[in-house]
């Protein structure tokens, strides 16, 4: 039998990085030899070493630290040229300036218009809108499930994944018949098995895809966020060009990639966990509780790429030296049993405390389109269970397959059958 905590031990007492799998064939194991590494782990990305922060407390330090930057120049190993373009995750890094690759000030300044859009008053404006998308995509999935011979059905491709680009793109001002076309590219930029030559290639289409999008809200603006960022405010600084193409590239990845691995990574818990299921479907713990333990338990996000040392950086017994690169690795940080408990491995949603996690970040940076996710997540999970009480796995959960994605915690396919 495979024991992850063991052979954790076993790998941290060797002394040597973590590797990180690109092909994401053993998350959990992964995780507990992350965790079993220390606060501060040595890890290894595709040949590239860095240290990545596995502990909630450190985590909510470092994030908060400003000799941590995202300055891609202050990386010692991109300054010799140890890594370059050809690095297959430096897209991830070096993705053009936007709000999500600057501190300080110029983040403020980039990232103040996407606030202003994800108001709590304009999320609850929009909440009609994503119940509308998601009864569309719960009568699409009945129709899938009617269709198919034995009654099973694909849940990420025709409900989980639809419904946060539907939103995104709404909010973006994208037209629904470009949302494919996105989805597409972005699965293939993150995907390790695209080769790098091809990923770079993307980069640039969705660069002449965004900047065409500006180019036509600049001429004639509309009620979107895109025109929203284009538009200074009075006595303002206009973002540039480069700067709306870079929140716009980076704002849908992020904003459905995430809600699609909370979606399903719930759905999963929960179908995994009956009793549990049974006591939310009854009305004994809320929708709520399940979202935050989802987050914590099977966070959407695996590791976060990259933040770099300015300067010498004493954590304890260790240093962060100048110019290292530093992940911030959410799903063992929402695995740490000295913030969560010695059940930390377990998905609970009848925790006696309050579920504190951190996986929409901290500080300055932490992600804008945290509550939108949770809107979402809010709408389409009730709404499916209510739809389809019987829903259950079509296949045995060690069959679920991830995509070979290193940052984000995603399944190829989440085939289920409607009706039990």
């Known amino acids: 039998m495979n024991c992850p905590q063991a052979a954790a031990r076993e790998a941290a007492s060797s002394g040597g990085p973590v590797v990180i799998d690109p092909l994401v064939q053993d998350l959990d194991g992964e995780t507990a030899?992350?965790?079993?590494?220390?606060?501060?782990?040595?890890?290894?990305?595709?040949?590239?070493?860095?240290?990545?922060?596995?502990?909630?407390?450190?985590?909510?330090?470092?994030?908060?630290?400003?000799?941590?930057?995202?300055?891609?120049?202050?990386?010692?190993?991109?300054?010799?040229?140890?890594?370059?373009?050809?690095?297959?995750?430096?897209?991830m890094i070096d993705a053009g300036r936007s709000m999500f690759t600057v501190d300080g000030a110029e983040h403020r300044r980039l990232r103040t218009k996407t606030s202003q859009a994800l108001t709590p008053r304009r999320l609850e404006e929009i909440r009609p809108d994503i119940e509308k998308f998601t009864e569309e995509l719960l009568d699409a999935l009945a129709e899938q499930g009617e269709k198919s011979e034995n009654g099973v059905v694909d849940l990420k491709s025709v409900f989980a994944q639809p419904l946060p680009m539907r939103v995104v793109g709404m909010l973006m001002g994208v037209d629904e018949a470009e949302h494919p076309m996105l989805m597409r590219r972005y699965k293939a930029f993150f995907s390790m098995?695209?080769?790098?030559?091809?990923?770079?290639?993307?980069?640039?289409?969705?660069?002449?895809?965004?900047?065409?999008?500006?180019?036509?809200?600049?001429?004639?603006?509309?009620?979107?966020?895109?025109?929203?960022?284009?538009?200074?405010?009075?006595?303002?600084?206009?973002?540039?060009?480069?700067?709306?193409?870079?929140?716009?590239?980076?704002?849908?990845?992020?904003?459905?990639?995430?809600?699609?691995?909370?979606?399903?990574?719930?759905?999963?818990?929960?179908?995994t966990h009956p009793d549990q299921l049974r006591r939310v479907l009854d009305g004994e713990i809320p929708w709520e509780t399940v979202i935050e333990e989802t987050l914590r338990w099977d966070t959407p996000t695996t590791h976060l790429l990259m933040r770099f040392a300015t300067e010498d950086i004493r954590i304890g017994d260790d240093v962060i030296a100048k110019g290292e690169g530093v992940v911030i690795s959410y799903r063992a940080i929402g695995r740490d049993i000295e913030h969560h408990g010695t059940d930390a491995d377990d998905f609970d949603i009848t925790r006696p405390t309050p579920i504190r996690h951190m996986t929409f970040g901290h500080g300055p940076h932490i992600c804008p389109g945290a509550a939108l996710s949770r809107v979402e997540a809010g709408i389409a999970l009730p709404a499916l269970f209510a739809r389809f009480p019987g829903l259950r796995a079509a296949v045995a959960d060690e069959q679920v397959r991830r995509l070979p994605v290193m940052t984000q915690n995603d399944m190829a396919a989440f085939p289920v059958l409607l009706h039990g």
């Open 33 to 91: 030899r992350l965790r079993d590494a220390g606060p501060l782990a040595r890890i290894e990305l595709l040949g590239v070493p860095a240290l990545t922060v596995t502990r909630h407390a450190l985590a909510r330090q470092l994030l908060l630290d400003p000799r941590l930057v995202k300055d891609l120049d202050a990386w010692g190993l991109w300054q010799r040229g140890e890594v370059t373009h050809e690095w297959p995750l430096i897209g």
């Open 193 to 271: 098995l695209t080769p790098q030559e091809e990923r770079l290639a993307l980069l640039a289409e969705l660069d002449i895809f965004y900047a065409a999008l500006v180019r036509e809200r600049t001429a004639r603006p509309a009620d979107d966020l895109t025109s929203a960022l284009i538009l200074a405010e009075e006595g303002g600084e206009p973002l540039t060009e480069e700067e709306v193409v870079g929140n716009l590239k980076a704002m849908v990845a992020a904003g459905h990639e995430t809600t699609i691995g909370l979606i399903l990574n719930a759905v999963r818990a929960l179908l």
